[in-house]
């Protein structure tokens, strides 16, 4: 618009410019003001012209100026009416421009005021600081808009504002120009504040706080209620209670919200609820409709208080007494003036001092003098400022003695008569001392399978000791042995039985809480350390851990079963510290075994003995190999078509000349569980062989005779070669020796077994299963084996010939030993009806009291001498 003005202006000036110069007569005076009159009309009409243009340019400009102030108004009122604080400051952060928000933000009464404020006197100095480093990047051209929460000071107060800043266009006059734009967040504060505080009010509660909707999902819950069943407050928000709980419950919880949901009425009722580990609670449950905005009732709330120990506060307050007075822990009590009030016997115990001698004493008397005056003075600091202390001291016992004790003093502060008391527990640490320079030195789990080993199961059950006498409570120890485990190391190797181990141990810690311990002590024996349970989930946790270890398993694609022995020890019940309780669960492990084993048994005060008298007859059979007290009878085999004795089975007997005779069922277990087993098993093999040598010399050279093997003597890798040895020293022809294997060993289908069979195959000894039928035995490994005999046990024979069962058994036996190629001896033949019956179906040979009962080496001889 101006730029049409000055062109219009310029066209007036050029006309009067050119009419003065062409009608300009300065001789001429009355011609000039002639010709003037003549133009006179002609100019002023131009002028007339030229007005009425400048008439309309100047509407035009009003106009104009109209629009620009209206669009200015409109801009600025829309600024003012912005819902964020909007300012315009340049590169310095002085304030250009505000809108109304913006100055009511920072407490100014008009936008004016605000103009030529510095921003940053306007926040703190952090915000500050960012603010200017923000302006500074902009002057890079790759510095895009940027956002954050800074701290705005109004007077004293001081609040959070969300910051934004854009450089404004260079192209609209405003270089080095920068919005900035506010947004108030005390609204956002305040809620997320009070949003914290329900929470921690929510999850500092004593109390259940949790609600759930018309569909059984969990909408709120706080840490107490997660916490009891057994999870996370994210992790229980949106699912269902019956996740957590049992199907009784669930419904029994369902049922009540139902009837609040539908009467729109609170209900308040008790409550029962049994954890995973079988732990009772008793709860007084509040519950009462939740309304949406509409009033519709959408979902039940609930308050629980735990009443459990406002049921039990009895019983506990008076063992609480007992565990004050009895326990193992010393306790002191002292007045506001320092004076001993009260010591138990563990005091005593532990200091030597008597309650007499130390009553109205100051506890200075049992300082050992270690401790300086800054020790002292941060000592009463924490017991003034916090109420207690808790550490290592050093004190004097009262024979002099100088030892270590970890000790907690409170504060207890009281309104009565008596005032501020002071009490310590404190306990004698010094074997603790002793035991933690040697774990230093020693590893805390075992290498192999990474179980606790026995040191750290030994530390962490005298820290269960403590603890369970501190809280009158009680805990197990487990022990188990794996049966037959060294079996696995003999057939396949130590590689193997180290593989089963660990696979072991993994099924076992699969199968504990991880505040159990579970220890690998040595070989083939576990302990787990299980508290706070039971002794109805202690059965049910022991039969599953049971089941988990004679599951099969799968080692260098072999199959492995194994079955383990278990005996468990109660605390304080079986013992009051660890060496008592692990004798006991050991003595407990060992009455599993004797009960069939794969099984377990809790410690009773009568296996003591039955322990004992194992070790007896241990430490007996050791002396008595040394000294001849043990020896074979034999009990002839007959041919039952013609009654001829055609071999004996060598039976080893037990005379002690203080015990007495021992039951070989007796003495043969005890040993076979230790490697006297093998001791005796060579002194059988050397001495029946000399005693068959014997009466070939006497004539009866077509006599044979059978000697059992355990497993474990079998096993030993010299033992084919102590066979050879024992065959040449007696001279006796190998044919004539026939070695009784059980079916048990028969059944290990390995390389090993094949080998060591066949080797004594080859040095011509026979070679016969035992007790054939007892076991499970598989027609495959007979075929594989090289077996020359099988034996029909005892407990076949004896319902012959009129139970049924035997009959089908003995004659399955017979025609499966003929169809095999192998010869068949029947055990424990009676009667005369037992032995027709064998013989009429096919079994050749026989023995047992029908014929004769096993006889010593000269009964013996006497007996073929008069046949």
Not at 210 to 215: C, G, L, R
Not at 592 to 612: C, D, H, L, V
Not at 619 to 642: C, D, I, K, W
Not at 699 to 715: A, D, H, Y
């Amino acid at each position: 618009m101006p730029k049409e003005l000055d062109d219009l202006r310029k066209k007036a000036e050029i006309a009067l410019s050119k009419y003065d110069s062409q009608h300009q007569v300065p001789d001429d005076t009355e011609n000039n003001t002639q010709i003037d009159a003549d133009n006179a009309p002609r100019v002023l009409e131009e002028l007339r012209v030229y007005h009425a243009e400048l008439e309309i340019q100047n509407q035009h400009l009003k106009e104009a100026e109209q629009k620009a102030y209206r669009e200015q108004q409109r801009y600025v009122t829309l600024f003012d009416s912005m819902p964020i604080g909007a300012l315009v400051v340049d590169r310095s952060a002085v304030v250009l421009g505000a809108n109304l928000f913006a100055t009511a933000l920072f407490g100014f009464s008009g936008p004016n005021r605000l103009l030529k404020h510095s921003l940053f006197r306007l926040f703190d100095a952090d915000s500050s600081l960012w603010l200017a480093d923000q302006l500074s990047l902009f002057t890079q051209e790759d510095h895009v808009a940027t956002h954050q929460k800074l701290s705005l000071k109004r007077g004293e107060e001081c609040f959070s504002v969300e910051c934004i800043i854009e450089k404004l266009p260079v192209s609209y006059g405003l270089d080095d120009h920068y919005l900035i734009m506010l947004r108030d967040l005390r609204v956002e504060d305040e809620l997320s504040q009070y949003h914290r505080l329900t929470q921690t009010l929510l999850d500092n509660s004593e109390s259940l706080i949790y609600a759930f909707d018309e569909n059984e999902r969990c909408i709120l819950a706080n840490h107490k209620t997660a916490q009891l069943l057994g999870c996370s407050v994210a992790e229980l928000i949106g699912r269902s209670r019956r996740d957590f709980v049992d199907s009784t419950d669930a419904i029994r919880h369902a049922k009540n919200d139902h009837d609040v949901l539908h009467s729109g009425k609170s209900l308040i009722t008790e409550e029962e609820f049994v954890d995973e580990f079988g732990v009772h609670f008793r709860f007084l449950s509040h519950k009462f409709p939740l309304p949406d905005a509409s009033g519709k009732f959408f979902a039940v709330a609930g308050i629980t208080t735990d009443i459990t120990n406002l049921k039990l506060i009895e019983s506990r307050l008076s063992l609480a007494m007992k565990v004050f007075s009895r326990g193992s822990e010393g306790i002191l009590i002292a007045d506001n003036q320092c004076r001993i009030t009260y010591v138990n016997q563990a005091f005593e115990k532990i200091t030597g001092y008597m309650q007499h001698e130390v009553i109205g004493q100051n506890p200075h008397i049992l300082s050992s003098g270690r401790h300086g005056s800054h020790f002292w003075s941060t000592f009463w600091s924490s017991l003034n400022e916090t109420g207690q202390w808790m550490g290592e001291i050093w004190n004097r016992r009262r024979d002099g003695e100088i030892y270590p004790q970890w000790i907690s003093v409170s504060r207890v502060d009281s309104n009565d008569i008596l005032g501020s008391q002071f009490i310590g527990v404190f306990r004698d640490i010094t074997e603790q001392k002793q035991n933690e320079e040697t774990i230093e030195r020693l590893a805390f789990y075992d290498e192999l399978t990474g179980c606790a080993n026995r040191y750290l199961l030994r530390d962490r059950a005298r820290q269960k000791i403590l603890e369970m006498q501190r809280l009158a409570k009680t805990f197990a120890l487990v022990f188990i042995d794996l049966d037959h485990f060294k079996d696995v190391n003999d057939v396949y190797g130590h590689g193997v039985g180290d593989q089963l181990l660990q696979k072991v141990a993994t099924r076992l810690s699969d199968h504990i809480r991880e505040t159990d311990t579970l220890s690998r002590i040595g070989g083939d024996e576990f302990i787990i350390l299980i508290s706070d349970i039971d002794q109805e989930v202690m059965d049910q946790k022991t039969q599953h851990l049971i089941e988990r270890i004679v599951s099969p398993y799968i080692i260098n694609e072999i199959e492995i079963n194994i079955s383990a022995s278990v005996g468990i020890a109660w605390f304080p019940k079986h013992g009051d510290d660890y060496d008592t309780l692990l004798k006991h669960a050991d003595i407990a492990m060992y009455a599993a075994k004797e009960a069939g084993r794969n099984t377990f048994r809790y410690f009773e005060t009568t296996m003591i003995q039955e322990a004992s008298t194992r070790v007896k007859l241990d430490t007996a059979m050791r002396q008595s190999l040394e000294e001849g007290h043990f020896y074979l009878v034999y009990q002839p085999q007959y041919l039952l078509e013609n009654q001829k004795v055609v071999g004996v089975e060598a039976l080893l007997r037990w005379t002690h000349p203080k015990l007495g005779d021992i039951p070989p069922d007796e003495f043969i277990p005890i040993a076979e569980q230790s490697d006297l087993i093998n001791q005796l098993g060579s002194w059988v093999l050397n001495e029946a062989l000399k005693t068959l040598a014997d009466w070939h010399q006497l004539g009866w050279k077509e006599l044979s005779i059978s000697i059992n093997v355990s497993s474990r003597q079998f096993w030993r890798s010299d033992f084919v070669n102590k066979v050879a040895d024992s065959l040449k020293k007696s001279g006796v022809p190998a044919e004539f020796v026939e070695l009784e294997l059980t079916e048990r060993l028969a059944m290990q289908d390995t390389e090993k077994l094949v080998s060591v069979m066949s080797a004594l195959h080859e040095l011509g000894v026979r070679l016969s299963m035992d007790d054939f039928g007892t076991g499970y035995s598989s027609l495959v490994y007979l075929k594989k084996l090289p077996f020359h005999v099988l034996k029909i046990d005892r407990s076949f024979v004896m319902g012959l010939p009129n139970m049924k069962d035997d009959v089908a058994i003995c004659k399955t036996i017979i025609a499966m030993s003929d169809a095999l190629g192998f010869k068949t001896v029947a055990e424990g033949i009676e009667t005369s009806e037992q032995e027709a019956f064998l013989l009429s179906k096919g079994c050749l040979m026989g023995q047992g009291y029908k014929f004769s009962k096993p006889l010593e080496k000269a009964a013996f001889n006497e007996f073929m001498l008069s046949t």
